[in-house]
């Protein structure tokens, strides 16, 4: 019986070859079953389509951010300003968001919550890129930073976290909202809100939204 040759350098990038090759074969018969596969695709394609979905809703998001604020510029440069909601601009700018979120919570029926919640950080990152971009607004080395660590947390949370799409019925839905944990919330979060409101400065939140 021949001894089997030794296998070379050749041998492995060939089969390396190979492999990336299946991986990358989206139609074409094959058994390759990698990230980057037809049979990877097919499983996955329902929750692509959700990652798609939240990508360009808070993509929308960001624009719209954008507007209101250049809306809010226009009018802080005018003589005789008018109330905002009276701007135009303003309203498109509430309409475009109001697509995004529908975008987004649409993603919600085609990926886990797991996926499609992490990816809201793309809104704050990208209406920062859009203001320096389009209002003309400086990136400090914080932001940079902001950003890099909302993308690895992100980067985390999608990988590691479970992936498991849980039905959930009306019924439930109506048992969460009045159960204490959700009430407990609600009320923390509504002290936030008087606590600002009776403690922030009005002419501080006028100069943030002119900066």
């Given at each position: 019986?021949?001894?089997?040759?030794?296998?070379?350098?050749?041998?492995?990038?060939?089969?390396a070859?190979?492999?990336?090759?299946?991986?990358?074969?989206y139609?074409?018969?094959?058994?390759?079953?990698?990230?980057?596969?037809g049979?990877?695709?097919?499983?996955?394609?329902?929750?692509?389509?959700?990652?798609?979905?939240?990508?360009?809703?808070n993509l929308?998001?960001?624009?719209?951010?954008?507007?209101?604020?250049?809306?809010?510029?226009q009018?802080?440069?005018?003589?005789?300003?008018?109330?905002?909601?009276?701007?135009?601009?303003?309203?498109?700018?509430?309409?475009?968001?109001?697509?995004?979120?529908?975008?987004?919570?649409?993603?919600?029926?085609?990926?886990?919550?797991?996926?499609?919640?992490?990816?809201?950080?793309?809104?704050?990152?990208?209406?920062?890129?859009?203001s320096?971009?389009?209002?003309?607004e400086?990136?400090?080395?914080?932001?940079?930073?902001?950003?890099?660590?909302?993308?690895?947390?992100?980067?985390?949370?999608?990988?590691?976290?479970?992936?498991?799409?849980?039905?959930?019925?009306?019924?439930?839905?109506?048992?969460?909202?009045?159960?204490w944990?959700?009430?407990?919330y609600?009320?923390?979060?509504?002290?936030?809100?008087?606590?600002?409101?009776?403690?922030l400065?009005?002419?501080?939140?006028?100069?943030?939204?002119?900066?």
């Amino acid at each position: 019986m021949a001894a089997l040759a030794p296998a070379g350098p050749g041998d492995a990038a060939s089969a390396a070859l190979d492999e990336l090759s299946r991986n990358f074969t989206y139609w074409a018969p094959g058994t390759g079953n990698g990230s980057l596969s037809g049979a990877w695709y097919r499983r996955n394609q329902i929750h692509l389509l959700g990652v798609l979905l939240a990508i360009l809703g808070n993509l929308v998001i960001s624009i719209s951010l954008n507007i209101q604020k250049y809306s809010h510029l226009q009018l802080a440069q005018q003589e005789h300003p008018k109330p905002y909601f009276k701007s135009v601009l303003w309203w498109g700018g509430v309409a475009l968001m109001a697509a995004g979120e529908t975008g987004n919570f649409a993603a919600y029926g085609f990926a886990p919550i797991t996926l499609i919640a992490p990816l809201g950080c793309m809104s704050v990152t990208g209406s920062a890129i859009i203001s320096v971009l389009f209002l003309k607004e400086n990136l400090r080395a914080a932001d940079l930073l902001g950003m890099a660590l909302a993308f690895a947390g992100t980067y985390l949370l999608v990988n590691f976290a479970p992936n498991v799409t849980q039905a959930i019925s009306a019924r439930a839905v109506q048992y969460f909202l009045v159960g204490w944990q959700f009430l407990i919330y609600v009320v923390r979060i509504l002290n936030v809100l008087l606590s600002l409101k009776l403690y922030l400065p009005d002419p501080w939140n006028m100069q943030a939204v002119e900066n």
